[in-house]
């Protein structure tokens, strides 16, 4: 083969390379949003069962993770870990303790496009998901925590009475699916809820809140003084519902994050 060929077999060969580059680049762009939820304290990740179908449905992908709920920091690099490896931007969503999570999770994570809070915690630098709940009258949860387990090493779990489930964290749902959620809870660990959050994404992130006005578990003042201190793009407050919002009103939570997916996806296409 000549000098020429060879120069000229090159030339189109670094064509194709560059062409192929900024297709795989233009369909990462246009790729469809992942919904990342995070489930809070006394939950696991089952209580996002009547939210994803309604995403899946819209066509999103949907990833709900099991948050250890063992430290505020070490549960958020868990978070932000899973986020490093998916592909496309993500709308993260968090419920309750799940909403501190996210705060800190989406920090240093460019593919994060906006944050859902869920009657969840948007905390500012240095605060603690209990301290922000105890600022506010109102709350009761603390009143139906169960004595806490000891654990080895150090540190103690937390868990709801299951005879006083009900009322402060799922007061609108059925007597069966109480005790269905009262039996199968996850702990957090005391540690974790006193544990200070760092500087927070919803500072640089567009964010949206919901949340029940009749929850009692963080009281509602707390919730709506964080959402305008995050400048939350819309703040629903659902009449009636409890802690639990996304269980008992599934429809709603789940249109508003397709609110938050829709309105990130119009502003990356402009």
Known sequence: MSRLSIGLFATALCYLLMS?????????????????????????ASSWNGVIPRLQAEGYEVVAV?????????????????????????????HSYG???????AVGNSNVKALVYVAGFALESGESTF????????????????PPVPLEGGGK??????????????ADLSSAQVKL??????PLTEAAGNEPSGEPAWKALPNWSIYGSA???????AMAFMAERSR??????????????????????????IEAVTATTAADAT
């Open 20 to 44: 192929t580059t900024h297709a795989a680049n233009a369909d990462e762009s246009v790729r469809a949003p992942t919904v990342v939820l995070v489930h809070g304290a006394f939950a696991d």
């Open 66 to 94: 099991a948050n250890p709920l063992r430290s505020l920091a070490g549960d958020s690099a868990y978070v932000s870990a899973l986020l490093k490896t998916l592909p496309g931007p993500v709308i993260l969503v968090g």
């Open 99 to 105: 909403g501190s999570v996210i705060s800190n999770a």
């Open 131 to 146: 301290g922000m709940s105890a600022r506010f009258p109102g709350a009761k949860l603390g009143a139906a925590l169960a």
């Open 157 to 170: 779990d937390l868990y709801i009475k299951q005879s006083e489930f009900r009322d402060p964290f799922a």
């Open 181 to 186: 959620a009262a039996a199968t809870q996850r």
């Open 215 to 221: 929850d009692l578990a963080i009281p509602p003042a």
């Open 232 to 257: 939350a793009r819309r703040v629903q407050v659902v009449k009636g519902a409890s802690h639990v919002v996304m269980v008992s009103h599934a429809a709603a939570v789940a249109k508003m994050i």
